[in-house]
Structure formats: C-alpha cells, structure tokens
C-alpha cells in the first residue's frame, strides 16, 4: 500500500526556515515525480514545488521560487522541501503527492499524504 | 500561463439529484485535466484523469468528460459522501482551479 507520511511542520516566526520530509513506501519512490502542494486555512489547493524521478529539474511556484528548495533522497525514499524567509502568507498545511509518473509534465497526482501544518506568525 | 475556472462556486442538490460541475481553461490543455475530491479535514484524492478516465477504485457515478477548453464533472446520483470539495487541474502542471464545494441542500 503505499504511503506517504510528511513531517517537521510547526510554529515559526516570520523569517524562519523550517525543513519538511515526507517519507514514502509501498512504492518504488525512485519512479515518480513527486510534488508539494498546499493549502491555506479556509483556501483552496495551490501546486508549490515538483521534481523528476531522477531528481533533476525542479519546478517552483512563482510565490516561493528563491525561497524554497524541493529535493529528494531516493536510498531512502523521502522528499524534502527546505524552506527560508517564510511570512504569514505561507501558513497552510503542507502536502507530498505522488505523481502517476516518472515525468511531471505527463503525470496527476495519484497519491497525497495527510498533511503537516506550517504556522508562520509572530 | 492557464488559467482554470471553476463554477458554480458552491453547489447545493440534494441525495439521489444529479450534480454537473464545470471546468474552464483559459486555453485549450487538449484532454490533459483531472479532477479532485477532498473532504473536510482529509487529503484530496484522485478521481478523473485525462479528462474522461476514472482513477482506481472511483464509482462509476463519476464521470468526466470535456476536451479543449470546456470540461465537465458529472456525478449521476449523489450519495451523503459525495458532499465536497471538487478540483480540477491541468496535467503536468501545477495549477488548480478555485474549486466547487458541493454541499447538501
């Protein structure tokens, strides 16, 4: 079955930089894409960052690209997302999802984590 | 960039009514769009891929359909837990629409 579990969410103050995981299983990790997506309290879903299975080209939103840093350890089939200067407009719960393929471009996303919540405020 | 829109905003039908949600791309994504349920407090999940294919284990009340620019979620006969959110979003690329809630009447 295959699972995927996020975690290192929190409460921060703005400025701060914080680093999820999302560790993943049930799969061969190393064949798909994978993305972070996220949602703010009340809002709706919004695409954040997405890299290959191999790891190479990375894909950010305008919203955080410079910010945020998507990476991807595939010995131990988990995916990251460090992320520095966070303001109260990156507060929202933080999704891993898994692509239906190697490629990002022909892929949707087939499988979601449950989420960890970011907090950034003073 | 494309740009996709979603009505009505909020949807109300009752149990057993048929529920029709659209989907507008601001330019054509050919068939490349899926949609998505998520309920309160969960994940979103997978339904329709592709535009028309049902991902696994989705009923066969949900139906996709739609090419170009237009596209259509179409939910025959409503059970209680179909009561949610529904997103769409272009394949490969990461956007959404704004989403459909579709609540009891």
């Known amino acids: 079955e295959v699972q995927l579990l996020e975690s290192g969410g929190g409460l921060l103050q703005p400025g701060g930089s914080l680093r999820l995981s999302c560790a993943a299983s049930?799969?061969?990790?190393?064949?798909?894409?994978m993305s972070w997506v996220r949602q703010a309290p009340g809002k709706g879903l919004e695409w954040v960052s997405t890299?290959?299975?191999?790891?190479?080209?990375?894909f950010y939103a305008d919203s955080v690209r410079g910010r945020f840093t998507i990476s991807r350890d595939n010995s131990k089939d988990t995916l990251f997302l460090q992320m520095h200067s966070l303001g109260a407009e990156d507060t929202a719960v933080y999704y891993c999802?898994?692509?239906?393929?190697?490629?990002?471009?022909?892929?949707?996303?087939?499988?979601w984590g449950q989420g960890t919540l970011v907090t950034v405020s003073s | 960039e494309i740009v996709l829109t979603q009505s009505p905003a909020t949807l109300s039908l009752s149990p057993g009514e048929r529920a029709t949600l659209s989907c507008r791309a601001s330019?054509?994504?050919?068939?490349?769009l899926a949609w998505y349920q998520q309920k309160p407090g969960q994940a979103p999940r997978l339904l329709i891929y592709?535009?028309?294919n049902r991902a696994t284990g989705i009923p066969g009340r949900f139906r996709g359909s739609g090419s170009g620019t237009d596209f259509t979620l179409t939910i025959s006969s409503l059970e209680p837990e179909d009561f949610a959110v529904y997103y769409c979003?272009?394949?490969?690329?990461?956007?959404f629409g704004q989403g459909t809630k579709l609540e009891i009447k």
């Open positions: 999802a898994k692509h239906t393929d190697f490629s990002p471009s022909r892929s949707y996303f087939d499988r």
């Open positions: 890299i290959p299975g191999s790891g190479g080209s990375t």
């Open positions: 592709d535009a028309s």
């Open positions: 049930g799969f061969t990790f190393s064949s798909y894409a």
């Open positions: 979003q272009q394949r490969g690329k990461g956007t």
């Open positions: 330019q054509s994504v050919s068939n490349y």
